[in-house]
């Protein structure tokens, strides 16, 4: 068990959060018995994620991330894995409606609205792209680099209970 000391001050600050990550076993349909993982930052569900075979703690840790932390990562100049930048506004382009037209399988899936999706994104902010979203589940390593680029650091207090902190650098 990791205990890092320089933690244990009151979380109520602001710039600095505890978080805990909690896992439990999906009762839904169709995901019945799968994992999920929940995020709640400062006592409060941010995040949660289903599944397996990803980076699931990182997952929650960029969707809860990407919305907290938005205006900041709107600053960043150079490029992160796992990071893109949206159009608020995008619609699907005339090249994907028409696969999708004549593809049954292509149209029962999303899959060329979800990859048209990503072509139209930026790995930079620009004025068309301005929201973020950081696919954590390309693992927590990338999300910790994001998170320091915006000057946050993001450190385990106790791994065995699962609770973490993201504090702002002084």
Excluded at 59 to 69: D, N, R
Excluded at 94 to 103: A, M, V
Excluded at 149 to 154: F, K, P, R
Aim: contains cysteine; positive net charge.
């Amino acid at each position: 068990m990791t205990i890092n000391t320089a933690f244990y001050q009151p979380f109520s600050l602001p710039d600095r959060y505890k978080l805990k990550y909690k896992w439990t076993t999906s009762k839904a349909k169709n995901s019945y018995g799968y994992n999920r993982c929940t995020l709640l930052v400062n006592g409060k569900k941010e995040a949660s994620t289903c599944g397996g075979g990803y980076d699931m703690i990182g997952t929650c840790l960029g969707s809860w991330a990407e919305k907290q932390f938005s205006s900041e990562l709107l600053k960043l100049k150079k490029e992160f894995y796992g990071l893109t930048y949206h159009d608020p506004n995008w619609k699907p382009s005339d090249q994907c409606l028409e696969i999708e037209k004549n593809d049954e399988l292509t149209k029962l899936t999303g899959l060329a609205k979800y990859q048209d999706f990503y072509k139209q994104s930026s790995k930079v902010p620009t004025d068309k792209h301005i929201v973020p979203l950081i696919d954590g589940a390309c693992g927590v390593e990338s999300v910790k680099k994001i998170l320091s680029a915006i000057g946050y650091i993001y450190d385990c207090i106790d791994y065995d209970s699962g609770v973490y902190a993201v504090e702002k650098h002084s």
